[in-house]
């Protein structure tokens, strides 16, 4: 994948590969305590492209999804790591995911609802961290239960039980961790949807772009690069997205 001038001016306008990470997902991206600075599998990602297109690397570090895809859809950020939703896709052309995770649901451990389907009726109220693809899926999904929009991802427990809401909504290994912290929660048995984490670049660079970022992607999974990123930093409840086996992919 060898880049040229056109591939330059694509990805990094400015001189400078600026890559937008969302510390709002820790299967992502997480802030290492001893450094202050960001590390994990989008940080990796991220550094292996900056290398490959063979100039800098800028990390624009966010606290939430929303924010860390509006960053890229305007145009402040040249790449970013999201969950592939149809309203991002919009501005945003996403590669094949890289990882599939789970989004479960939390509630307290002597809540009555004991199964997903139970989540969805009248008058029971589900945090979701705003922006996030929780929060783009379960509008489009849930028809009685009413959404309370934390504002990131990791601040939806907390709000969950500081609004004595009824649901927590979110990723799998955040609420896993959160009720082991706590005490008194348990997660649902299953998911309510599979998260499919890609790059994305904006649209407005251009179909060449898009094919180079999906070719890297596919080039990292198959490589080995994207599990041993997962092991490296300890990631669990997330696995590598399978290879993608369409021409061109």
Known sequence: MKTDHELLSAFAPTGTLRASINLGNP?????????????????DLATELARRLQVELELVVFKSAGESVNAVA??????????????RGEQIAFTAPY?????AYLVRQDSPIAAMDEVDRQ????????????????????KQAEIFRAP???????????????????????????AQRLGGLRLLDG?????????????????????????FV???????????ALARHGIQGAAVAPLETAPGA
């Open 123 to 142: 008058g029971r109220r589900v945090a979701v961290g705003k922006g996030s693809a929780y929060d783009l899926y379960l509008t489009r999904e849930l």
């Open 27 to 43: 299967i992502l991206a997480n802030t290492d305590a001893a450094t202050g600075r960001p590390g994990g599998v989008s940080v």
């Open 218 to 228: 596919e080039a990292m999974k198959k490589s080995g690069f994207v599990a041993e």
């Open 74 to 87: 305007a145009e402040q950020a040249d790449v970013g790591f999201f969950a592939i939703d149809p309203l």
């Open 152 to 178: 990131t991802s990791p601040a939806v427990v907390n709000t969950f039980l500081r609004e004595n809401l009824e649901v927590a909504a979110g990723v799998k290994q955040q609420l896993q961790a959160d």
């Open 99 to 103: 990882v599939v995770i789970e989004g």
């Open 191 to 215: 998911h309510f949807m599979l998260i499919r984490q890609a790059m994305g670049v904006p649209k407005s660079r251009g179909d060449k772009a898009s094919a180079y970022l999906g070719a």
